[in-house]
């Protein structure tokens, strides 16, 4: 896998050369000093990818030259374009008809505020990204490019914090096109909303979704030698509490067992180069237990995952486990998530997401257990999995289906509570929410845009990065949250419909 903070983004400042040397010098020590400033803020905070200055463009051989240079580089996953000056955007439409990458146009000036007392019409020329911008608008709004627009001094934290947003979303979309989800066993029979089309898929965001049998794991977990496994038990017990319970011997083989799927997977997805995965407990056959542990260990370093061969949400858990690459580590506060009972008490209706075994342990509120129990489902031995609560907090779930002539993403903004009595008898990992606008209109709105079980489910990214990624990818996106009800979400469920009927 290439290593994600390999990748950059370039500046492109649009002029042209009509106003004289002086000013273009003028403009092109602005727009650096703009990069720098981005790239190396006086608070510290930083982009979350490097932005490279590229020199000023003023005719269209150089803007076609340069969108085909960042076409081409394997680095760069977006460029940002802002027009310091006027650029007649008549000289973009070559180079804009090739491009291929992710775009931002960041609407600021090199000025923060108005100098009233002293400027005169040289100061109005060094700063006409008011109107600059909106030629340069005009021309992507009439091709009909995919783009997001950011207006705001470009020294303000608000601005840069949302030019990451942007830029996080355009890796992962980068990264969609390299991205091998690999299904051990195919998706579980007679299940509707796991299916889907792999091609469309592909075709849409780059996915590609081989299937591998069983067997291709247990030759892998064949080849793992006992001191490997004797290590990562040692790894298992100074980062997890283990519960060893009346049969500590009992407990430690089928921990060892889970060890040894885990190191099986770890050779099974280099082998593959698959960054995301998906099980079928009903397709088992040679394995002894349905792993539980070692799809949660993988979670936690970033590995995309879901369980019934549900690819399209292994896949989304991967894209947004890149989004959320280095905020707090690697991929934390990421999970796949499965909608599985409620609370319907008046005042007080709640969602509780779980599943079989595996959610990850990025979402726990507290350091996991590691615990061996029945599993009811499956037929095979008492697998061990990671047993805690999610923790408390803003949060947010997205399903990702297949309507047949589209993908469409639902998300549902929540608010992550802390159980409030202990769950005395329920052995796996749980985490409790508060949907919101709230409860029957979040259900109500999921179910009417049908929105499967399966989701992802983050404590770190918001609506805006699910946002900027349907806009570059070109895929729908519904929203539930504040302000949601369900006339107005149903006229745009139809009203999408006859939209992306019409984009075909
Ligand atoms: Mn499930």
């Not at 889907?196 to 590609?208: P, S």
Request: proline share 4%; charged share 25%; net charge neutral.
């Amino acid at each position: 896998m290439k290593e994600l903070s390999d990748y950059e983004f370039w500046f492109l400042t649009g002029s042209q050369d009509l106003y004289g040397r002086d000013t273009l010098k003028q403009v092109a020590e602005d727009s650096k000093k703009i990069v720098n400033s981005l790239n190396y803020p006086t608070d510290n905070k930083k982009l979350a990818y490097k932005l490279v200055w590229k020199p000023t463009l003023l005719d269209s051989e150089s803007i076609t030259a340069t969108i085909q240079k960042a076409n081409a580089s394997e680095k760069c996953a977006g460029i940002v374009c802002w027009m310091h000056t006027f650029s007649p955007a008549k000289m973009w439409i070559r180079g804009l008809n090739t491009l291929t990458k992710p775009l931002l146009q960041l609407n600021t000036q090199f000025n923060e505020k108005i100098p009233y007392s002293t400027m005169d019409m040289d100061f109005m020329n060094l700063n006409q990204s008011a109107h600059g911008d909106r030629e340069f608008g005009y021309i992507t709004a009439r091709m009909d490019i995919k783009r997001k627009v950011i207006a705001g001094h470009w020294s303000h934290e608000s601005t840069r914090n949302r030019i990451s947003v942007w830029m996080r979303a355009a890796v992962a979309a980068t990264e969609c096109k390299n991205m091998v989800i690999a299904r051990l066993g195919d998706n579980m029979r007679d299940v509707a909303v796991t299916c889907g089309d792999k091609v469309e898929a592909m075709m849409k965001l780059g996915w590609n979704v081989p299937y591998y049998g069983i067997g291709d794991l247990i030759a892998c977990m064949r080849k793992v030698k006992t001191p490997a496994i004797d290590e990562l038990m040692k790894v298992y017990e100074s980062k997890y509490n283990i519960v060893w319970g009346k049969d500590p011997a009992y407990t430690k083989a089928h921990i060892r067992e889970q060890a040894r799927i885990e190191l099986g997977l770890r050779k099974f997805l280099k082998m593959t180069g698959a960054s995301a995965f998906t099980t079928n407990f009903q397709d088992l056959w040679g394995m002894k237990q349905l792993p539980g542990l070692a799809c949660q260990r993988l979670m936690e370093e970033g590995i995309g995952f879901a369980g019934e061969g549900d690819w399209k949400t292994a896949a989304m858990v991967r894209v947004l486990k890149i989004m959320a690459n280095g905020m707090t580590g690697d991929g934390k506060g990421v999970s796949f998530m499965e909608d599985y009972t409620y609370n319907l008490e008046p005042g007080n209706m709640l969602n509780l997401g779980a599943h079989m075994l595996e959610v990850c342990p990025t979402v726990a509120a507290d350091k996991p257990t590691i615990e061996v129990h029945p599993l009811g489902i499956g037929g095979k031995q008492d697998p061990a999995r990671m047993v805690f609560n999610g923790k408390e907090g803003k949060s947010m779930v997205c399903a990702i289906v297949d309507m047949g002539d589209r993908l469409r993403i639902v998300a549902n903004d929540l608010e992550t509570i802390t159980p409030p009595e202990k769950f005395e008898k329920l052995p796996v990992a749980r985490v409790l929410w508060k949907p919101l606008p709230d409860f029957t209109t979040s259900s109500e709105a999921w179910i009417l845009a049908g929105g499967g079980h399966h989701t992802a489910y983050t404590n770190l990214l918001d609506i805006e990065y699910l946002r900027d990624f349907a806009e570059i990818t070109g895929i729908e996106l519904v929203h539930i949250g504040e302000g949601t009800t369900i006339p107005a979400f149903r006229n745009e469920l139809r009203w999408n419909e006859a939209y992306w009927s019409m984009k075909k």
